[in-house]
């Protein structure tokens, strides 16, 4: 599994705004590469939580702060790189074969994540070491 730090990338996403509001729209395979098959998100963090500790072989992540801010960090094996996520318009592509650890969510964080798959616990890489041996 060749997959780099570099492969993971911020992207913009569309932000409709009016007096009322703004609407910030996401859709599979147009403005993300791939298509969602899963919606998720982490709330009611307690301070000082961190959430992550795992890679995935197959799955394909759009990660998005909803709400508040928080850290991720993202490590290929050989590179480490630290991202801050605190707008609703951005997100962050994780492509597969990537070890990430979530931490500093603010208060009120809401850590919503479009996935490219339905749940599937074979697709964990939960141990660091096997993490390890997987990208060799
Ligand atoms: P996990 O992916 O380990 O959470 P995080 O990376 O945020 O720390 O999942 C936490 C628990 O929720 C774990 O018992 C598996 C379960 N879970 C599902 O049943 N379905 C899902 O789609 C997800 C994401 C998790």
Avoid at 37 to 48: M, V
Wanted: aromatic share 10%.
């Amino acid at each position: 599994m060749k997959s780099s730090v570099h492969d993971c990338s911020i992207v913009s996403l569309s932000k409709i705004h009016n007096r009322a509001g703004n609407i910030t729209i996401v859709e599979g395979d147009k403005n993300i590469p791939f298509k969602i098959e899963r919606i998720y998100y982490l709330y009611d963090i307690p301070g000082g939580e961190s959430r992550g500790g795992h890679a995935h072989k197959q799955l394909h992540q759009l990660i998005i702060a909803a709400s508040g801010s928080y850290n991720i960090l993202l490590d290929d094996g050989e590179n480490k790189k630290t991202i801050t996520l605190n707008r609703p318009d951005f997100g962050l592509i994780v492509v597969p074969g990537i070890w990430r650890e979530l931490f500093e969510f603010s208060s009120g964080a809401i850590c919503l994540v479009l996935a490219s798959h339905k749940y599937d616990p074979d697709d964990y890489l939960r141990d660091y070491e096997e993490f390890k041996s997987y990208k060799k």
